[in-house]
């Protein structure tokens, strides 16, 4: 027999997006409530500030494109599905 385990979270659950630097892991979150499209931008097009090191995303692309209409999606989600009969869960991998 064969167990597995999954994680679920509802759009509900979610109360921010974390941004980590990929050199050198400093990270910081944004409440959801305080996420806007222009901070978005900022935070894909301006280099790290503790190491200084770029994101990789450049303004006009396909990448930045999906960037942005993700993160904002993804702060308005939860307003969308209150009081539908529908649930929106995100499978993510969980911690051993």
Do not use: S, W
């Amino acid at each position: 027999m064969t167990f597995e385990k999954r994680c679920l979270i509802e759009t509900e659950d979610i109360i921010g997006i974390q941004y980590e630097c990929g050199k050198c892991h400093a990270a910081y979150l944004v409440p959801i409530e305080r996420i806007n499209p222009d901070k978005f931008a900022a935070i894909a097009m301006n280099a790290c500030l503790h190491c200084g090191e770029k994101t990789g995303l450049l303004l006009g692309t396909n990448d930045m494109k999906t960037f942005l209409e993700f993160n904002e999606a993804l702060a308005k989600i939860a307003d969308v599905m209150k009081g539908r009969n529908l649930k929106l869960r995100l499978n993510i991998k969980c911690a051993e």
